[in-house]
């Protein structure tokens, strides 16, 4: 019979290409957020995170943005290589509130 | 520094027998988070502990599920009796602060349940 499950977002890059992926989050409080990557068969691995009085912040190829108005958010990965494929999660908190994570979203990178 | 540590990576149990998983938060985090990721419901938070003290347990599935933190350094995550319903893959975290803070995660172990 067919399988049912959460039906991840998928995104394919090239090599060597920029990717952006987008989380749209539930909560207009939330003052939080953190990008997460998860390999196969690994943790979540945090990547980079933001508060919300701030709308851009970078790291190492990677850039998350925030537009609070329409509650987005993005992960801008730069120079795409194989070892980016991964499932992104993004997840956002208020205040004493916990985590709440999204379903994801599976990159592949192209070689 | 070393990460969360679980164990075990693989477990793979009868119907009926007890599970018990295994958690060494990272030194100095106050919180620790048990979560369950599968394919039909994604990332669950299921107990997170203070101080290692239970604060919610709203996420545990049913009475079946129970974790202690008997120390600062260690946790556990019990099933008993298992169900193949409870296959999934079990993840320990930890973090300084509730929020606003970053989860650090283990490298998760991954339950089956024939």
């Known amino acids: 019979g067919e399988s049912v499950g959460l039906h991840l977002p998928t995104l394919s890059v090239q090599e060597g290409d920029n990717s952006i992926i987008n989380c749209a989050y539930s909560?207009?409080?939330?003052?939080?957020f953190i990008w997460y990557k998860q390999e196969s068969g690994k943790g979540p691995q945090f990547i980079i995170d933001?508060?919300?009085?701030?709308d851009k912040r970078q790291g190492q190829r990677v850039t998350v943005l925030l537009n609070k108005t329409v509650k987005h958010l993005s992960l801008q990965i730069a120079a795409t290589q194989p070892g980016d494929s991964a499932v992104y999660f993004c997840?956002?908190?208020?205040?004493?509130?916990?985590?709440?994570f999204g379903t994801g979203t599976r990159l592949t990178i192209i070689p | 520094d070393a990460g969360v540590i679980q164990s075990p990576r693989h477990e793979v149990t009868e119907m009926g027998q007890e599970v018990t998983l295994r958690c060494k938060p990272i030194s100095g985090h106050d919180y620790l988070f048990w979560y369950r990721q599968t394919m039909m419901r994604g990332l669950e938070l299921l107990i997170y502990f203070n101080n290692n003290v239970p604060i919610d347990d709203s996420g545990m599935p049913e009475d079946r599920f129970s974790a202690k933190m008997p120390n600062a350094s260690f946790s556990t995550l019990k099933i008993q009796p298992s169900e193949p319903r409870d296959s999934a893959v079990y993840f320990c975290?930890?973090?300084?602060?509730?929020?606003?803070?970053?989860?650090?995660f283990g490298e998760g172990s991954w339950l089956t349940v024939v």
């Open positions: 997840a956002e908190s208020f205040g004493n509130e916990k985590l709440t």
């Open positions: 933001i508060r919300s009085n701030m």
């Open positions: 909560n207009s409080a939330s003052d939080y």
């Open positions: 975290a930890s973090s300084r602060k509730f929020s606003g803070n970053t989860i650090y």
